[in-house]
Nanobody, 124 residues
Framework: QVQLVESGGGLVQAGGSLRLSCAAS????????MGWFRQAPGKERELVAA????????YYTDSVKGRFTISRDNAKSTVYLQMNSLKPEDTAVYYC?????????????????WGQGTQVTVSS
């Protein structure tokens, strides 16, 4: 099992950029699908982006397509979320999560392991 620690959140103006990082410790990082979720106040947690084991395929929710990019560096056991053209509606706590293969569609929840979250606030 891996342990996950996010970093890189903060306050940014609309139109700005942030890069989130998620460092994993533990075994076999490259055996996990990695995802970024977010949860805004009063809303359910949603999957924002996911990347396959070696980074060859990715998934994005419609609202971030063309603005966010997920990537991973297995040598560093780290997954990233580059967020450009940020909007106030992107404001949320962002969580990194890991998923073991379970026979379901590769990016679909449930995810097994979660980080503690990092706050992203986009001001208008």
């Amino acid at each position: 099992q891996v342990q996950l620690v996010e970093s890189g959140g903060g306050l940014v103006q609309a139109g700005g950029s942030l890069r989130l990082s998620c460092a994993a410790s533990g075994r076999a990082f490259d055996s996990y699908v990695m995802g970024w979720f977010r949860q805004a106040p009063g809303k359910e947690r949603e999957l924002v982006a996911a990347v396959t084991w070696r980074g060859y395929s990715s998934y994005y929710t419609d609202s971030v397509k063309g603005r966010f990019t997920i990537s991973r560096d297995n040598a560093k056991s780290t997954v990233y979320l580059q967020m450009n053209s940020l909007k106030p509606e992107d404001t949320a706590v962002y969580y990194c999560a890991a998923k073991s293969p379970d026979g379901s569609l590769w990016y679909k929840p449930p995810y097994n392991t979660w980080g503690q979250g990092t706050q992203v606030t986009v001001s208008s």
